[in-house]
């Protein structure tokens, strides 16, 4: 039994024009896709890499020309990084289902495995799916959400500036039912735009920041129900 990383100056793929299929399940691949294999896989070339040790999706091996993007059942691993999300929400449409390694605990990482476009969507529901750790500040790539419900997760941590103002200009985001989250230090750099700030039944624990005294634009604040 081989182990082996897809090496594009190992394996120049690029010079296949046409075959039908390339099989490389089962192969005991590991490492990177390489951006040749993502651009062929976005050309619609069957490449099968089902059941190998674990392949790993970079954001940076996503050429700016690939739109659609078809990486379904393809052994891939790991967690799905801030920069590799922002990618993909950007893309028309793509399928990175049937890869169980993928790290389907974090928000990201259900997010990119329940959804094949990001870039329209404008209703997210992640509720009672306990999703867990903290949420990114790349949530804030899905430019068209009105609705982003959260509800009843183990998430904790520091609420991203991006969401909060998010809320603030109107998207419907609840967060209510969550493990603890707290408001960030530098709140202050929310913008001199926010009038009115409702974070009422969020999840929050902590103390308030100092720094939200700096807000002096702000006429209303909403912190009811929380921890």
Do not use: W
């Amino acid at each position: 039994e081989n182990v082996g990383a897809l090496r594009e100056d190992a394996c120049p793929l690029g010079v296949f024009t046409s075959f039908a299929p390339l099989d490389l399940s089962v192969c005991s691949l590991i490492g990177d896709v390489p951006s040749e294999l993502i651009q062929m896989k976005a050309d619609r070339f069957d490449i099968l890499l089902s059941d190998n040790i674990g392949l790993v999706l970079r954001a940076a091996n996503i050429a700016e020309q690939v739109t659609e993007m078809d990486l379904s059942c393809c052994s891939l691993c790991g967690d799905i990084s801030d920069d590799l999300f922002a990618r993909l929400a950007r893309l028309d449409r793509f399928d990175i289902s049937g890869n169980p390694m993928l790290n389907q605990d974090t928000l990201l990482g259900h997010l990119v495995c329940q959804y094949s476009n990001l870039t329209n969507a404008r209703q997210l529901e992640v509720n009672f799916r306990g999703v867990s750790g903290p949420i990114s500040s790349a949530i804030s790539a899905c430019a068209s959400l009105t609705k982003l419900h959260l509800v009843s997760n183990k998430l904790t941590g520091e609420l991203p500036l991006t969401l909060i103002r998010m809320k603030a200009r109107g998207c419907d985001v609840a967060l209510a039912g969550n493990y603890g989250l707290t408001l960030p230090p530098n709140i202050d750099e929310l913008g001199d735009d926010i009038l009115e700030l409702d974070l009422s039944c969020c999840s929050l624990i902590g103390t308030v920041p100092e720094a939200i005294g700096k807000l002096v634009r702000l006429t209303y604040l909403g912190l009811d129900d929380n921890k």
